[in-house]
C-alpha cells in the first residue's frame, strides 16, 4: 500500500529538525524532475507578474528538463507564448529520445503536436497505428473539431463538439470552439441556454462571460451589452485571447475602428504567431479560395474589405480600392463600403470622388457620424481648388457672403445643402441637414 504523501511530509520534517539531509529517492522523484517542477512553479508566478518573456522560458526549461512535464507544453500553448513556427522548432528540440521509450516517444510526440496551433496550416490528423484506441478521446475529438473549424468547415466541427458536449457538457477545450461555431451557425438559442448554464455553474470562468458576451455580439444591436460581458471575461483572465477578439469585433461592426484595433492589438500581443495584418488577410484569402464553394459571400465581403484598409494604412492606396470595390460587387448596398472608398480617394487628393462616395454612403446610413464629419472635411478642400461665384453683399461693412451655385448644384442632394460664406477672406461652410 502506497504511504500517504501526509505522513512523507510529517517524516520529512523529523528529518528537518534532526538535520537530517532529504534524499530525492524518498520522494520517488528524479532530481531532473524536482527541477522541473520548480521550473514550472516559477513560470506561473512570471506569469502571474504578466512577464511573459520570463514565464516562458520557465516552461520551456520545465519541459526541457522533464518531457513528462505536460502542463508546462499546455500552458505555453493555451496562452498562446510561441509562434506555430516557434512551437513546432521547439517540440522538435525536446529530448523525447533520451527521455523516453520508443512507443513512448511516439505516443507523447503524438499528444504534444495535438496541442500545436491549427490555423496556421489545417491538415488532416494522422493518428498512429499504436494508438489507435485513442480515436474516441474526447480532446482528440476536440482537435479535430479544431482542424475542420479553421477550415471554415462549421458544420462538421458542430457535429463533432456537440458529440463532446453530450458526453462531457464543460470540456474546457472544447467550449470555446463550440461557443465560436455556434456564432457562426447563427444557433442564438442554443447558445443562449450555454451561456446561462455555465454563468449559473461556472461564474468565475472568462468562458462563462465569453458565451454571454457572444450571444448579445450574435444577435445585433447588443453591442454595449457584449463589451460588458467580454470586459468582465478579460478582467477574470486578462490573457483570454477569444474574448479580446470578440470585444475588438463589438466595435468594428459600430465602425469605431480605433477602439477595435486597440482590441485586436491587445489579442495580438496576448496571442503570439499573428503575421503582419497583409500577409494574414491574404492567406486567409488564398485558403478561402481552396475551400470553395463552403464559404459564402459573408465571409469573402469583410475579408476583402480588411484587406483594403490594410492596404490604405500601407499607403497602397491602388490597391486598397481594388478590395473595396470587389467588396462592393458582392454586398452593393453597404454603407460602411462606399464611405471607405471615400476616405481612399479623399487621402489621393481626389475630393470631388470622394465627395460622390460620401453622398452615397449618407443616402444608405443617414447618422453615419464618419461620413458626415469626412463630407464636410472634402466639401472644404474641393472648396479650396474652385473658384467661387461672388455674389455682392455685405454685412455691417467687413463680411461678404457669398454661394458657390454651381458647386452647390453638383453636390446638392435630398439630405444636404451647403452654404458657405468668407469672414476675414478665410472659407468657412455651413451644413443644413433635411430629415
Known amino acids: 500500500m502506497e504511504e500517504p504523501a501526509s505522513k512523507k511530509l510529517l517524516d520529512q520534517s523529523v528529518k528537518e529538525d534532526h538535520g537530517i539531509q532529504q534524499s530525492p529517492k524518498d520522494w520517488e522523484m528524479s532530481p531532473a ?8 512553479l516559477r513560470g506561473k508566478i512570471y506569469d502571474a507578474m504578466d512577464n511573459r518573456p520570463l514565464a516562458t522560458s520557465s516552461y520551456k526549461e520545465a519541459l526541457k528538463l522533464d518531457v513528462y ?18 512551437e513546432k522548432d521547439f517540440l522538435d528540440s525536446l529530448p523525447l529520445s533520451q527521455q523516453c521509450t520508443e512507443e513512448e516517444d511516439e505516443l507523447l510526440h503524438f499528444l504534444f503536436e495535438n496541442k500545436l496551433k491549427k490555423y496556421n496550416k489545417p491538415s488532416d490528423m494522422v493518428v498512429p497505428e ?28 458542430y457535429k463533432l463538439t456537440s458529440m463532446v458536449m453530450v458526453k462531457d457538457p464543460f470540456h474546457a477545450n472544447c467550449l470555446p470552439v463550440h461557443i465560436g461555431t455556434l456564432v457562426e451557425l447563427s444557433k442564438a438559442n442554443e447558445l443562449f441556454y450555454l451561456s ?27 453591442n454595449e451589452h457584449a463589451r460588458r460581458y467580454l470586459s468582465k471575461a478579460t478582467t477574470l483572465e486578462r490573457t483570454y485571447g477569444p474574448a479580446w477578439i470578440a470585444y475588438g469585433h463589438s466595435f468594428a461592426v459600430e465602425s469605431e475602428h480605433d477602439q477595435a484595433m486597440a482590441a485586436y492589438f491587445t489579442a495580438a500581443q496576448l496571442m503570439k504567431g499573428w ?10 484569402m488564398d485558403k478561402i479560395k481552396a475551400i470553395g464553394n463552403e464559404v459564402t459571400v459573408d465571409k469573402w465581403e469583410p475579408l476583402l474589405n480588411n484587406l483594403g484598409h490594410v492596404c490604405r494604412k500601407l499607403k497602397k492606396y491602388d490597391q486598397a480600392l481594388e478590395y473595396h470595390r470587389q467588396a462592393l460587387v458582392l454586398i452593393p448596398q453597404h454603407a460602411s463600403t462606399y464611405s471607405v472608398i471615400g476616405y481612399v480617394h479623399s487621402l489621393m487628393g481626389d475630393f470631388e470622388s470622394a465627395i460622390d462616395y460620401f453622398h452615397t454612403a449618407l443616402g444608405l446610413k443617414r447618422d453615419d457620424t464618419f461620413s458626415v464629419t469626412m463630407l ?46 468668407f469672414s476675414n477672406h478665410r472659407c468657412f461652410y455651413k451644413r443644413l441637414w433635411v430629415m
Open 275 to 284: 503575421k503582419t495584418a497583409e500577409k494574414l488577410f491574404l492567406d486567409a
Open 130 to 157: 499504436m494508438v489507435n484506441g485513442l480515436q474516441d478521446n474526447l480532446d482528440v475529438v476536440v482537435s479535430i473539431a479544431e482542424r475542420h473549424y479553421y477550415n471554415c468547415d462549421f458544420k462538421m466541427c
Open 33 to 40: 524532475s524536482i527541477d522541473s517542477s520548480i521550473c514550472l
Open 69 to 86: 512535464c505536460f502542463e508546462a507544453f499546455d500552458l505555453l500553448t493555451s496562452h498562446h507564448m510561441l509562434t506555430a513556427q516557434e
Open 196 to 222: 446561462h448554464k455555465l454563468v449559473d455553474l461556472y461564474p468565475n470562468n472568462p468562458v462563462s462571460w465569453f458565451a454571454v458576451g457572444c450571444y448579445y455580439l450574435m444577435v445585433g444591436h447588443k
Open 376 to 421: 464636410g472635411h472634402c466639401i472644404e478642400m474641393y472648396i479650396g481648388d474652385t473658384d467661387a461665384y461672388i455674389g455682392q453683399t455685405s454685412y455691417m461693412g467687413k463680411t461678404t457672403f457669398c454661394f458657390n451655385i454651381q458647386l452647390a448644384n453638383r453636390f446638392s442632394c435630398e439630405y444636404c445643402k451647403i452654404y458657405m460664406h
